[in-house]
Every structure is written in structure tokens, then in C-alpha cells.
């Protein structure tokens, strides 16, 4: 507004995201298979298979956090056996604490050194990417999105940097299309999960901003309308758990 008042807020969201996820960076995967009972795990195996990666893929997984994604994807082409493989992903996320921990794990899993030709860690805001236009086959933001400020522009990012006929892929908590699930959901989120957060990593706040993120965030077609404003077509999504969590497709032609 005029006023400054939307920038004050959008500065102190972008503040408090960091915060967030510099305090649970370490336990952050813990966290994950406890909160989801590991279903998580199951949601982003569904989300490669959609992807459905090549010899060929160069993929960007932006908000990447501990690796999750970009480990999938490396499995996943690794079990292609194709002799020549050439694919490539680059990790990008905001925030340094995230960054160490998936790198770590990198070196762990693969058993590889870092810098790597297959797989490269970047510090980077979803709203203004360090990185070439045209220049990934596929782009992957998996429960990043809604903690990004403005939307709008990471959509119009990941448009500028695909090239054309790339692939932009979605994972994000969206809205449950049953009642009874609903409710359980809703007694889960709001007494379970900071109670959980306290419990495993010693924080409450980070996990009672985590279920205030999902409440706000778009619903189902109302992101896939966001989608399509930032230029990308065939616009499609896929509901995984009744709606605990979506996939968003689109294409850049
Ligand atoms: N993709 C990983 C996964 O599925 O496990 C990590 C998801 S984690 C819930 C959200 C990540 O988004 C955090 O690592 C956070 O640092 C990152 N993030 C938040 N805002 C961002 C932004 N504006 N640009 C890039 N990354 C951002």
C-alpha cells in the first residue's frame, strides 16, 4: 500500500520464515517423519514418479531444503541404466542452515564430493533467481511454495528460468475435500503437531507457524489460477491423501 504497511509485513514474513527454518534445520527430516508418520516420504515418491525424470533431466528443486527431492531424482535416474547420463540437479533454497544439513547428507548418501557435476547446492530467493533464463528442463518446489512472500513473483521466476516446454511441478499442503477428515485433521493440527514440535524439537512456534501457513494458503484451483496467470499451460492437479497435500503441473510452451 501507500502507506508501507503490506512491505513492513511482507519484510517480517520473510524474517520469520528464515527463523523458522534456521532453528528446526537439524531437525527438520526427524520432524517430518513424525508429524506425517512418514506419509511424506510416500507424497514425494508420488512426486518424482509425476515428474517422471531422464537420462536427460536438468532439474531446479527450489526451496530444497535438506535434499529430499533432489536425492529422489538422482535415485530415480541412477535406476534408468542408461549409459550416458547426463542429468543434473541444482538445490536452491534461502536459507544457509538447511543448505549445510542437505549437503551433508549428500555426501553421506552418494558418497560424493561436493561441488559435483550431478548435483549442486544454492543459496537463492524463490523470488529472484541467481540463474540463466531457459535453462532447466523441469522445475520442482515441494511444501516451499507457501512460505515464499510473493508467490506471484516465484511463479513468474520459475516461468523465466524453464525453458520452453519445461515442466513445473508442485508439492504443497493445499485443502482436505472431506468433512469427517477435515475435523481430525484440524484437532491434529492445532493440538497435536506444536505439542509434537515441543516435544521432539524442544520449539512450539515454528510448528504452530507451519499449521497457520497450510490455513492460508490457496486452495486447489485458486493456485492452479496463479499458475496459469505467471504464463504456464495445461494447468492440471492432482489431489494425494484427499487433498492433505496437492500436486500443480504446468508446462512452458
Ligand atoms: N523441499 C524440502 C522438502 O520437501 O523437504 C524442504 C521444504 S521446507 C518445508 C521449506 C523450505 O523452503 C525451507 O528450506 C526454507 O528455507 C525454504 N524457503 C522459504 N522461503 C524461501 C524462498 N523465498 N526462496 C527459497 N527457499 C525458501
Known sequence: THFGFETVQEEEKT??????????????DTMNDAMSFGIHRLWKDIFIDRLGPTHDSKLLDVAGGTGDIAFRFLNTVDNLSSKQCAAHVT??????????VG?????????IELPNPRIQFVEAN??????EDNSYSAYT???????????????????????????FLCLEFSHVNNSMLQWAYDQYSFQ??????QLIAGQWKPYQYLVESIRQFPN???FKAMIESAGFQYVTYENLTFGVVAIHSGFKL
Open 91 to 100: 538445490v536452491a533454497d534461502i536459507n544457509r542452515a538447511m543448505l549445510d
Open 15 to 28: 524474517g520469520k520464515v528464515y527463523e523458522v527454518f534456521e532453528n528446526v534445520a537439524k531437525s527438520y
Open 103 to 111: 549437503e551433508q547428507r549428500a555426501r553421506d548418501l552418494f558418497k
Open 141 to 167: 518446489i515441494a511444501f516451499g511454495i507457501r512460505n515464499v512472500t510473493h508467490i506471484d513473483k516465484a511463479l513468474r521466476e520459475a516461468y523465466r528460468v524453464l525453458r520452453p516446454g519445461g515442466r
Open 220 to 222: 486447489q484451483e485458486e
Open 192 to 197: 497435536v503437531i506444536p505439542v509434537m514440535g
Open 126 to 131: 524463490a523470488e529472484e533467481l541467481p540463474i
